[in-house]
């Protein structure tokens, strides 16, 4: 996790310095001395963790806390305690109190670490549950198709057969168009006409592939991306 230091004493720097170097996940990107040094620094680079410490010049750590609505994950470190629930009340990750031991700063370096690793857990799952699936429209009805079931796709002029093993959908859509919607790796274009699904392909010929029983032809075209596919699991 990229980590900055923001606090206006030297030695706070030192110690939380030393406490990051010992800490496989935290990568130090930058060391700020005050509120407008640290916007500076999080505009210009990608920051997932913020060590603040409460008493800075000019603008306190609270008041930057209330100044945004999104931040990085922040722990708070400072010599003072009188400010804990309203971090809390914040959002913080958890509140150090200075001097704290390197077992104690490490114990909150691990709760932003999990939580940041949850939360991208969290967005993968999301964004593979939206893309197993699509919703195509045929016969004036918006059907939902799961991604696995399609075992290939053929033009037809103006409109699309989409193929499964147990139905087959005409669709007025582009193949540009539907490849764009699918946007899963394990699909190809195998020829003008034609998209095929990895998954359900069964054996691979000179000029064409079998999908089940249909014979798929193969142009010159687009032969070069399915001959480094099947490379690639030789």
Do not use: W
Request: glycine content about 2%; charged content about 25%; proline content about 3%.
């Amino acid at each position: 996790m990229n980590c900055i230091i923001v606090d206006d004493e030297e030695l706070a720097h030192h110690v939380i310095e030393e406490y990051i170097s010992r800490i496989p996940f935290l990568n130090l990107v930058a060391n700020c001395y005050d509120i407008q040094e640290t916007i500076g620094v999080l505009q210009n680079n990608s920051v997932d963790l913020i060590f603040l410490d409460i008493n800075l010049p000019n603008i306190s750590g609270i008041e930057f806390l209330k100044s945004f609505n999104k931040l990085p994950n922040v722990i708070i470190t400072t010599a003072y305690d009188n400010c804990a629930i309203q971090g809390f009340e914040m959002d913080v990750i958890d509140y150090l109190l200075k001097p704290f031991s390197f077992e104690r700063f490490l114990k909150a370096a691990y709760k932003s670490f999990n939580l940041t690793n949850n939360k991208k857990l969290l967005q993968e799952t999301t964004s593979a549950i939206r893309e197993s699936f699509i919703f195509v429209r045929s016969n004036n009805e918006d059907v939902k198709l799961n991604l696995e079931e399609i075992t290939r796709i053929n033009a037809l002029k103006d409109y699309i057969i989409i193929y499964t093993n147990t139905r087959k959908l005409i669709v007025h859509q582009t193949m540009k168009s539907i490849m764009e919607k699918i946007n899963y790796e394990n699909f190809i274009r195998v020829h003008n006409s034609h998209i095929v699904s990895l998954h359900h392909l069964q054996s691979v010929g000179k000029n064409s592939i079998m999908i089940g029983d249909e014979r798929i032809p193969v142009s010159e075209k687009y032969k070069p991306f399915l001959t480094g596919i099947i490379e690639r699991y030789k």
